[in-house]
């Protein structure tokens, strides 16, 4: 499912995202893992949820970082 694209102003360099993984059927996901792509700085950064399907990253980003986002059930 594309959530679309979310402007986020930052100015400490760091932007915490925070979250529920949901499978299909809106059920929270409590194996998976999520990747961050931060293409302007090469690099791929994952986190993995917990028992309720909640994850949390802090994310290095610049000005005008593009972020994409990805779940997986394993």
């Known amino acids: 499912m594309d959530l ?3 402007n ?4 400490t360099n760091f932007t915490i ?3 529920i ?3 299909c059927d809106l059920t ?3 194996d998976g893992q999520v990747y961050f792509n931060l293409p302007n700085q090469s ?3 994952q986190t993995v949820t917990d028992d309720l399907g909640n994850f949390s990253a802090l994310l290095p980003t610049c ?4 972020i994409s986002i990805r779940g ?3």
């Open 63 to 66: 000005d005008t970082e593009e």
């Open 43 to 45: 690099l791929i950064q």
């Open 21 to 23: 993984l949901l499978d």
């Open 72 to 74: 997986m059930n394993l």
């Open 28 to 30: 929270p996901l409590t």
């Open 4 to 6: 679309g694209t979310y």
């Open 8 to 11: 986020i102003t930052n100015n």
């Open 17 to 19: 995202v925070t979250g």
